[in-house]
């Protein structure tokens, strides 16, 4: 029965990361924001993390804890999975610090980056070494059981440092933020990912107390980051204006409309398309049908000259330069 029920949170874990994924590859794809391909990364690496140092780590240590294996045999085991993951965690970390800055429009210098990974890539090696070291000799149990119990604390600390430098940015310089929804956005971002992460640190120091609570760290290691993905995207959803027309003056846009003879129902479709919607979303939102759509999209496209959305907001923004010449 036990089995079953981990088996069940396993399937429910890997769904949840690969969720994650998805969501924030749909939102990179839709919106083109140059932050959410970082955001899409931390996802997939910090996915990757979670099934070699986590899940194979969970999955390994059952099995031979049902063969009644040593304690420094699972251990070492645990351990050797855990390197097997760190890397991903690394670059995961990093993709959520400059995540944080480029929602803030800045970017890492060049010796935070450097910086960060040989502190991070050192603490990587000895890990390794001292692991090697200890499995040449027979140290006992309890000198083991305080070398895990050091590595637990250790990953902790470095978890909370990374989150302190990455959220402290956006709660700092969010307020430097002009727009007042999106600064609301990235404070909301910001202490949702603070909620995550204290819950998971909390199963992540009870799962070593017994495999039930084990097997809820995982579902919280994989579904914890659903809730800021999920507000991120709703975000976007409803305050997200296109890059080629937020700063568009409308005596600019009337002469564009204009200059190419665009109608009403095409201005509308225009707009439409540069906020980066599917045809099925402009039918929606619209309220025609999907044909109606193509129809009007192929009349813009004629009186354009163009071939796709991309040389239409180009377009649009190449008409905006010369009026402002």
Same mark, same amino acid.
């Given at each position: ?31 083109? &924001? /140059? ?5 899409? =990364? $931390?996802?997939?690496? +910090?996915?990757? %993390?979670?099934? !070699? *140092? #986590? ?52 970017? &890492? /210098? ?5 910086? =960060? $990974?040989?502190?991070? +890539?050192?603490? %990587?090696?000895? !890990? *390794? #070494? ?60 910001? =202490? ?134």
């Amino acid at each position: 029965m036990h089995n079953i029920l981990f088996i069940i949170i396993i399937i429910l874990s890997i769904c949840a990361g690969l969720y994650t994924i998805l969501v924030t590859y749909q939102m990179n794809k839709k919106y083109r &924001l /140059s932050y959410l391909s970082t955001y899409l =990364y $931390f996802q997939i690496f +910090i996915n990757v %993390f979670g099934m !070699y *140092g #986590i899940l194979g780590q969970s999955i390994v240590k059952r099995i031979l804890q049902q063969q009644e294996s040593s304690y420094q045999t699972i251990e070492t085991i645990g351990h050797f999975f855990s390197i097997l993951g760190i890397p991903f965690l690394i670059f995961a970390w990093y993709m959520f610090i400059r995540l944080c800055r480029e929602i803030i429009e800045k970017k &890492l /210098s060049r010796a935070f980056n450097l910086g =960060y $990974f040989f502190s991070l +890539i050192f603490i %990587f090696f000895v !890990y *390794g #070494i001292v692991i090697v070291i200890i499995n040449l000799f027979d140290f006992g149990d309890e000198p083991y059981a305080f070398f895990s119990s050091a590595i637990l604390w250790l990953f902790a600390i470095l978890e909370v440092l990374v989150l302190v430098v990455a959220l402290s940015q956006l709660l700092i310089y969010a307020k430097e933020i002009k727009d007042e929804k999106r600064r609301e956005a990235a404070q909301i971002f910001a =202490y949702l990912n603070l909620f995550v992460f204290c819950v998971r640190i909390i199963f992540y120091f009870l799962a070593s107390e017994n495999n039930t609570l084990a097997a809820v760290y995982l579902l919280v290691f994989f579904s914890g980051h659903i809730p800021p993905v999920l507000y991120w995207r709703a975000y976007l959803k409803k305050h997200f204006i296109a890059p080629a027309l937020q700063d568009i003056a409308v005596l600019t846009m009337k002469q564009f409309l204009r200059e190419y003879k665009i109608s009403k129902r095409e201005e509308e479709v225009i707009r439409q398309l540069c906020e980066g919607k599917t045809n099925k979303e402009i039918s929606e939102a619209l309220f025609i049908s999907l044909q109606t759509v193509k129809d009007h999209i192929y009349r813009i496209y004629q009186k354009t000259d163009v071939k796709n959305r991309v040389q239409l907001i180009n377009l649009i923004q190449g008409f905006k330069g010369e009026e402002k010449e």
